[in-house]
């Protein structure tokens, strides 16, 4: 597998822009919460590394992954954010609900930005194991919540050209 093979969070060889100008939000679930606790603090630093205002930046916790839809939807609703990023884990179990719960989620998220016209972030690892997420939440892989914030930089960024 390729991923064996790097750190997936190396953003060297992309110009990422300024992030001050922008307000994000970011719904995270509660659920796997020594995951998606990695994720946050990932998203958080990598917005504030690219000059995101703390004070432009909204944190909403939601019990699951499957509720990240509907807080990235009061976010949009009620707020004006120039990207919503969703964090969450499901972890392969025993049961069908793994398919259940990933495919909702990420059509969710998708319509999500489709509804609103604003870059709505999938930072939600789908993993087999607890291992495979630890190592994409700050492990040997880097962080994805780190990834969803400068796709959520890059977002915005296009998002405001083209507005």
Same mark, same amino acid.
């Given at each position: 597998?390729? $991923?064996?093979? &790097?750190?997936?969070?190396?953003?060297?060889?992309? /110009? @990422?822009?300024?992030?001050?100008?922008? &307000?994000?939000?970011?719904? @995270?679930? /509660?659920?796997?919460?020594?995951?998606?606790?990695?994720?946050?603090?990932?998203?958080? #630093?990598?917005?504030? &590394?690219?000059?995101?205002?703390? $004070?432009? +930046?909204? +944190?909403?916790?939601?019990?699951?992954?499957?509720?990240? +839809? $509907?807080?990235?939807?009061?976010?949009?609703?009620?707020?004006?954010?120039?990207?919503?990023?969703?964090?969450?884990?499901?972890?392969? *179990?025993?049961?069908?609900?793994?398919?259940?719960?990933?495919?909702? @989620?990420?059509? !969710?998220?998708?319509?999500?930005?489709? &509804?609103? =016209?604003?870059?709505?972030?999938? *930072?939600?690892?789908?993993?087999?194991?607890?291992?495979?997420?630890?190592?994409?939440? !700050? =492990?040997?892989?880097?962080?994805?919540? #780190?990834?969803?914030?400068?796709?959520?930089?890059?977002?915005?960024?296009?998002?405001?050209?083209?507005?």
């Amino acid at each position: 597998m390729a $991923s064996n093979l &790097k750190n997936l969070s190396d953003f060297s060889h992309i /110009q @990422v822009g300024d992030a001050k100008q922008f &307000k994000f939000g970011i719904v @995270v679930s /509660q659920w796997n919460a020594q995951v998606t606790g990695a994720l946050l603090n990932g998203a958080v #630093e990598g917005l504030l &590394k690219h000059n995101a205002l703390e $004070s432009n +930046i909204e +944190i909403v916790e939601v019990p699951g992954s499957y509720e990240l +839809i $509907s807080g990235a939807d009061i976010l949009l609703r009620n707020k004006d954010f120039d990207a919503v990023i969703c964090l969450g884990c499901v972890i392969q *179990g025993e049961t069908r609900h793994f398919d259940f719960i990933c495919d909702a @989620v990420a059509n !969710g998220v998708a319509n999500a930005a489709l &509804k609103y =016209g604003k870059p709505v972030i999938f *930072g939600v690892l789908t993993t087999d194991n607890l291992q495979q997420a630890l190592d994409r939440a !700050g =492990g040997i892989h880097g962080n994805k919540g #780190e990834e969803a914030a400068i796709t959520a930089i890059q977002m915005a960024h296009i998002s405001a050209k083209y507005a």
